[in-house]
């Protein structure tokens, strides 16, 4: 068996218990959510496992051999998927699950090979300028509509993936961002969904996906 089918292989059997995780931990966070939390329990195992599946044919696609940037783009995916389905179910980004994407993203930039990794340093000053970003424009927001616009984990959640991508790529993540939940709002609308300027969104999703997409493209 050669090295990339292995790790392949353990990637996609690692992602269905981090799928599992992801299902766990949201559906027994405190009861914040607006609605019932439903057990998904099989679909996110499924998810998980093409998150590592994926990771392993992307690193090799990319003519990245080592097993480690599989691994890294595994460990960023099921981070994403966990902070994605939470935020979506709760709207909440609880410190204790975007705090750990951060670490782990230092932990990328000074072991994975340019231009994914960049160094420590550099890593951790995008995670400065990624979250001082996102908190002056919340701030501005507030100061100026008068009420919040943004959760208080979402400028957390973008400065800790700020340490993955790099503050260059930040500009595609919110792009990303942006398009996706208007895709989504647009397509509630079309389904009948009563929303408006104050209806909430969990706009840390959209980040996930941003980040995850970011991510792919470099």
Same mark, same amino acid.
């Given at each position: 068996?050669?090295?990339?089918?292995?790790?392949?292989?353990? =990637?996609?059997?690692?992602?269905?218990?981090?799928?599992?995780?992801? !299902?766990?931990?949201?559906?027994? =966070?405190?009861?914040?959510?607006? *609605?019932?939390?439903?057990?998904?329990?099989?679909?996110? #195992?499924?998810?998980?496992?093409? +998150?590592?599946?994926?990771?392993?044919?992307?690193?090799?696609?990319?003519?990245?051999?080592?097993?480690?940037?599989?691994? $890294?783009?595994?460990? =960023?995916? &099921?981070?994403?998927?966990?902070?994605?389905?939470?935020?979506?179910?709760?709207? &909440?980004?609880?410190?204790?699950?975007?705090?750990?994407? *951060? +670490?782990?993203?230092? +932990?990328?930039?000074?072991?994975? #090979?340019? #231009?994914?990794?960049?160094?420590?340093?550099?890593?951790?000053? %995008?995670?400065?300028? @990624?979250?001082?970003?996102?908190?002056?424009?919340? $701030?501005?927001?507030?100061?100026?509509?008068?009420?919040?616009?943004?959760? @208080?984990?979402?400028?957390?959640?973008?400065?800790?993936? !700020? !340490?993955?991508?790099?503050?260059?790529?930040? %500009?595609?993540?919110?792009?990303?961002?942006?398009?996706? *939940?208007?895709?989504?709002?647009?397509? =509630?609308?079309?389904?009948?969904?009563?929303?408006?300027?104050? %209806?909430?969104?969990? $706009?840390?999703?959209?980040?996930?996906?941003?980040?995850?997409? !970011? &991510?792919?493209?470099?």
């Amino acid at each position: 068996m050669s090295p990339e089918l292995a790790t392949g292989i353990a =990637l996609t059997l690692s992602g269905l218990a981090a799928g599992w995780l992801a !299902a766990y931990v949201s559906h027994h =966070l405190p009861p914040l959510a607006l *609605g019932p939390r439903p057990r998904r329990y099989l679909i996110m #195992p499924v998810a998980g496992a093409l +998150i590592g599946m994926v990771s392993a044919v992307w690193a090799q696609w990319q003519g990245l051999p080592s097993p480690w940037t599989a691994v $890294f783009t595994a460990l =960023l995916g &099921w981070q994403l998927l966990v902070l994605a389905v939470v935020d979506a179910e709760n709207f &909440w980004l609880p410190d204790v699950l975007t705090v750990p994407l *951060g +670490i782990s993203g230092i +932990i990328a930039a000074t072991v994975l #090979p340019y #231009p994914l990794g960049q160094g420590w340093m550099m890593a951790l000053l %995008s995670a400065l300028f @990624g979250f001082s970003a996102l908190w002056l424009l919340a $701030f501005l927001y507030r100061k100026l509509r008068g009420r919040s616009g943004l959760g @208080g984990g979402d400028p957390i959640l973008f400065g800790m993936g !700020a !340490a993955w991508v790099g503050a260059m790529d930040l %500009s595609i993540v919110l792009l990303v961002a942006s398009l996706s *939940g208007l895709a989504v709002v647009i397509g =509630l609308k079309l389904a009948g969904r009563n929303l408006d300027m104050h %209806s909430k969104i969990p $706009f840390g999703t959209y980040l996930a996906i941003g980040f995850a997409v !970011a &991510w792919l493209v470099v």
